[in-house]
């Protein structure tokens, strides 16, 4: 086995930060030491395969985005990104490991969707894999099933309170799958959103003739995802069950979720990079000269992006802060502009829902280390740390400690990254700063004051400088247990 020892570095955790040396034995973590230490030798460096140099830089534990969604048909086509080239474009960002979303439509059978979402993620991921369960059909036989995800290594599962006649489960549906979550101990992923109301409000605007993708903002007003996260944690502590509200994005949706967890909840939520930078009124509003107002659909995701002026965006800051929103996946979903976001031109409610920042989650949460919103640790804490504890894998990843496999980020702080896909003056891409799968970058133009240099997935260098020097099928499946905070 290939050992190899990062020096000079410092290590940066959930709980500190400090001058040590790690030194790696195969896939695993073996020993995190003192700089100059000869507990295990006076002269390591000259006994190891590969002495990786990571002076005046940070070195942190692979970023863990739990909450992707690679190949997932929607809105009449499919995710612009297979699991080949997201989890690459993941690796070239510093994330090890991705949670995606296996899929159960109504009147498909739970085990169908989880067969089918190994088959098109086995051999193909760059880097280390687990599932969640989407649950688009409540019924006898879905629960049935549900109990026995977690003998798969499947913990938490999805419901929609959005997207009737697709994915959408009604409050006596929720419920009783909530009472399979309190039974089995598995985590009850919440997609909290008003669906019914919000397609009624939807279908008025186009009736009206507001069909530019600003209006996906306006119909999924932030008064809906407030009523649906409120309701969520009312079913949830009837029930007892333990609530993670995805891609929290609405101030209001935040105060729900502070005050059940005040109030002795089991309720946890998350949001996405681009609910702390982007805006409806500077993108979804956005236009340009190829797309006209048609430009915004770059930017249509569900939950929206909200109101600068109201300021979500600095609400959703302060909750990372305060812990009231406990971590920071992107709800990868890449669509194209051409053939695929295009179908909804003339039409916002026709757009793919969807955004792709898998690969830029750990640059531009350490923009916010360098703005000043957040400490380092808390970095690490929220983009890795937390996702390996909250959803059953702590002690194998999260955390630079022996034992722990070797996923390992040496990031420059003095580095720079320019996100982006430049265009010529016709508007035809030239070239492109990232590497998912899209025709575009939702990130155009961003400057980040650093750079990941060297990603290590399981001890293998997988990334180095810009090069990518991994392939698919070095990621491995992983079985999760039951959330540490919740079990």
């Known amino acids: 086995m290939t050992t190899t020892l990062i020096s000079g570095g410092t290590v940066v955790g959930a709980t500190g930060r400090g001058a ?4 790696v034995d195969g896939e695993r973590i073996v020993a995190v030491l003192e700089p100059g230490s000869t507990l295990l030798g006076a002269e390591l460096a000259g006994s190891v395969d590969r002495v990786i140099d990571a002076s005046g830089k940070y070195v942190i534990p692979g970023g863990i ?5 690679m190949q997932l048909p929607f809105g009449g086509t499919e995710a612009s990104d297979t699991f080949e080239t997201g989890t690459r474009a993941a690796a070239h960002g510093g994330t090890t490991t991705i949670i995606d979303f ?8 739970v085990e169908d969707g989880l067969a089918a979402w190994h088959e098109k993620a086995a051999g193909e991921c760059a ?6 369960q989407i649950v688009g059909g409540v019924d006898e036989a879905s629960l049935q099933a549900m109990r026995k995800l977690p003998d798969e290594g499947i913990t938490s599962f999805k419901l929609f309170m959005a997207y009737p006649g697709v994915f959408y489960s009604d409050d006596a549906q ?5 009472q399979v979550s309190r039974e089995t101990g598995m985590l009850t992923m919440m997609h909290a959103e008003n669906g019914p109301a919000i397609d009624v409000l939807a279908e008025q605007l186009a009736e009206q003739g507001k069909t530019d993708p600003y209006f996906h903002g306006i119909a999924r007003a932030w008064e809906m995802e407030e009523e649906a996260t409120h309701r969520a944690i009312m079913l949830a502590k009837l029930t007892g069950a333990p609530l993670y509200v995805v891609h929290v994005s609405a101030k209001q949706a935040v105060e729900q979720l502070a005050w059940a967890r005040d109030h002795g909840q089991h309720v946890f939520g998350e949001t996405c990079p681009q609910y702390l930078y982007l805006s409806l009124e500077e993108q979804l509003g956005a236009s340009s000269e190829q797309w006209g107002a048609f430009e915004g659909a770059k930017w249509v995701c569900s939950t929206p992006l909200r109101s600068r002026e ?11 802060r305060t812990n009231d929103l406990q971590m920071v996946s992107t709800d990868h979903c890449p669509f194209c502009m051409k053939d695929q ?6 039409d916002f409610r026709k757009i793919p829902n969807g955004i792709g920042s898998v690969e830029h989650r750990m640059d531009l949460m350490y923009q916010g280390v360098v703005t000043g919103e957040l400490t380092l640790e808390r970095w690490v804490e929220l983009t890795s740390t937390t996702p390996a504890r909250m959803f059953g894998l702590a002690g194998r990843k999260g955390a630079i400690q022996p034992g722990a496999d070797a996923d390992l980020v040496v990031y420059d702080p003095n580095g720079r990254t320019t996100i982006g ?3 010529d003056e016709q508007g035809n891409p030239t070239g492109r700063t990232h590497h998912m799968n899209m025709d575009h970058s939702a990130w155009e133009g961003f400057e980040v004051d650093g750079h990941v240099d060297v990603v290590l997935s399981r001890g293998k260098v997988v990334v180095e400088g810009d090069e990518y020097l991994g392939r698919k099928g070095d990621g491995r499946y992983l079985k999760r247990g039951l959330s540490s905070y919740v079990s």
């Open 127 to 132: 880097i280390d894999y687990g599932f969640h």
């Open 174 to 178: 929720v419920l009783r799958a909530m």
């Open 341 to 346: 976001k295009e179908l909804g031109l003339g």
């Open 102 to 109: 296996a899929v159960q439509r109504y009147g498909e059978r």
């Open 421 to 423: 896909m430049p265009v």
């Open 310 to 320: 109201e300021r979500h965006q600095d609400a959703m800051w302060q909750a990372l």
């Open 20 to 23: 040590a040396d790690v030194l």
């Open 65 to 69: 985005d739990a909450h992707t969604h």
